[in-house]
């Protein structure tokens, strides 16, 4: 079965970079994603990446996907206080936009 | 980008009762809306989609005649939770696909608090 996992909390110091991991088990995932949560609210995509890719960046976000060993990381650079959330990594097989799968999701506490 | 909304944003309903909830695009028709589940300080669980002017389809374990979904419109569909108990209480989410776009667009969830 389908299955994405992450680790549960993250603290940071801000100015510093995040890493938040994820890992997958489907080998047949074709898009991978970043949501963030802030709390109470629902979800924003940040990022995706086609399965294809090995990296993409936008601003100060990095993702980076090892296919070999099911692998996807997200970086922040230059973390800011308002970056503190919950990050879901999530993926879909077929076109974009089909069902997510998600992982549990990182809580990412960032400290002045 | 496209804006879904959901109404309430939080309801508070006793044991029994029903509560529906709603998921609107805005600013967008939406061929394909998904209705999620979110306990505290867990990750989203699909319960169904849904498609205009087809029945939902649902996810393994998730009750039907629980929790009933309405797409009407391009622009609406509705979740209602029939009898609701103390272990329905959680966040619903729904998200919406448009016509062009194969990203999923969230609403901003609903809570839901049965005593």
């Known amino acids: 079965g389908e299955d994405v996992e992450q680790s549960l909390f993250l603290s940071v110091r801000e100015g510093d970079s995040s890493v938040i991991n994820c890992t997958y088990t489907?080998?047949?995932?074709?898009?991978l994603y970043w949501y963030k949560q802030e709390p109470g609210a629902g979800l924003q995509l940040l990022t995706y990446i086609f399965s294809n890719m090995d990296m993409k960046q936008d601003q100060r976000l990095t993702v980076l996907l090892n296919k070999k060993d099911k692998h996807l990381s997200l970086r922040i650079a230059d973390t800011q206080t308002g970056d503190s959330a919950i990050y879901f990594c999530?993926?879909?097989?077929?076109?974009?936009?089909?069902?997510?799968?998600f992982g549990g999701g990182t809580r990412v506490l960032v400290k002045p | 980008g496209a804006v879904v909304s959901q109404h309430p944003s939080w309801v508070i309903c006793k044991s029994g009762t029903s509560v529906k909830i709603e998921c609107r695009s805005l600013d967008f028709q939406a061929t394909t809306m998904f209705w999620y589940r979110q306990f505290p300080k867990q990750s989203l669980m699909l319960m169904a989609t849904?498609?205009?002017?087809?029945?939902?389809?649902?996810e393994q374990g998730v009750e039907k005649d629980k929790f009933l979904i309405n797409h009407a419109s391009l622009t609406l569909s509705t979740l209602t939770v029939t009898s609701a108990h103390p272990e329905d209480s959680s966040f619903y989410i729904c998200s919406a696909i448009g016509l062009a776009d194969n990203e999923q667009f969230f609403g901003p969830g609903t809570r839901l608090t049965v005593l």
């Open positions: 999530a993926e879909s097989k077929g076109a974009a936009g089909n069902k997510l799968t």
């Open positions: 489907d080998s047949s995932s074709t898009y």
């Open positions: 849904s498609n205009e002017g087809s029945k939902a389809t649902y």
